[in-house]
């Protein structure tokens, strides 16, 4: 099963739109990581935000902002008034404390395209 | 301090070919993890190393690929014997920690193309 999804293949939005990337988890740990990577055009995985299980406070990062739900065993990703350059895949991902060792669980990420 | 280091970048080989693949972690980082990344398709685990041991290569194919963390050196991820299906990004992820949600740090990966 997977243990992160991200329903949202690909979104379209034209510049100065905001858009929300979904992400799902499922895990049976109680203390977990969650994660959001950037991955643009250049292929390079970039980091953007860890949050763990028991902080749930949404977090604010200029125009990024993260919205964290554990009734829903959700984690989105907001970009308000998105640019040009925000295009990229968007990949949400998992730690669990338990037995897997700090291995990542990746969903299948969100190609996001802004458009001029 | 430099973040991971992966070489080469980009890597050519013929069908039954050996690709290696080596990842330089992050000073004091002493878990290094590999992953995969096939077109189209998110991440996907295949190993986790600490020097001179691998904890888990759960996600490893059984045959052609292996993978060490020599106590000297890089890590160095093996796959004997190419084939087209092999054709993926490989990224490296290091980590001083493990199970305290500590970012993976990732390298800018090898993209292996397999002719």
């Known amino acids: 099963a997977q243990k992160v999804t991200q329903a949202q293949t690909e979104i379209s939005v034209v510049e100065k739109e905001d858009v929300t990337l979904d992400c799902v988890y499922e895990?049976?740990?109680?203390?977990?990581?969650l994660f959001w990577y950037k991955q643009p055009p250049s292929g390079e995985l970039v980091f953007l935000i860890r949050?763990?299980?028991?902080?749930?406070q949404n977090e604010i990062s200029g125009r990024y902002s993260w919205n964290f739900q554990k009734s829903t065993s959700s984690f989105n990703f907001t970009i308000t008034a998105s640019q040009v350059v925000d295009s990229a895949v968007y990949f949400c991902?998992?730690?669990?404390?338990?037995?897997?060792?700090?291995?990542?669980?990746f969903g299948r990420g969100t190609q996001l395209t802004v458009w001029p | 301090n430099a973040g991971v280091m992966q070489n080469p970048r980009h890597l050519v080989r013929r069908r039954g070919q050996e690709a290696r693949l080596r990842c330089s972690p992050m000073?004091?980082?002493?878990?290094v993890y590999w992953y995969r990344q096939l077109p189209e398709e998110g991440l996907k685990f295949m190993v986790y190393?600490?020097?001179?041991?691998?904890?888990?290569e759960s996600g490893m194919p059984k045959e052609r690929f292996s993978a060490e963390f020599p106590k000297e050196g890089p890590s160095i991820l093996r796959i004997q014997q190419v084939v087209r299906g092999d054709s993926a990004a490989y990224f490296c992820?290091?980590?001083?920690?493990?199970?305290?949600?500590?970012?993976?740090?990732f390298g800018q990966g090898t993209r292996l193309t397999v002719v």
């Open positions: 992820a290091s980590s001083p920690k493990v199970g305290e949600g500590n970012e993976a740090f």
């Open positions: 895990t049976r740990d109680t203390t977990y990581y």
């Open positions: 949050r763990n299980s028991f902080d749930e």
């Open positions: 991902a998992l730690s669990e404390r338990g037995s897997t060792l700090g291995r990542l669980y």
């Open positions: 000073k004091g980082h002493s878990h």
């Open positions: 190393l600490q020097k001179e041991n691998i904890i888990d």
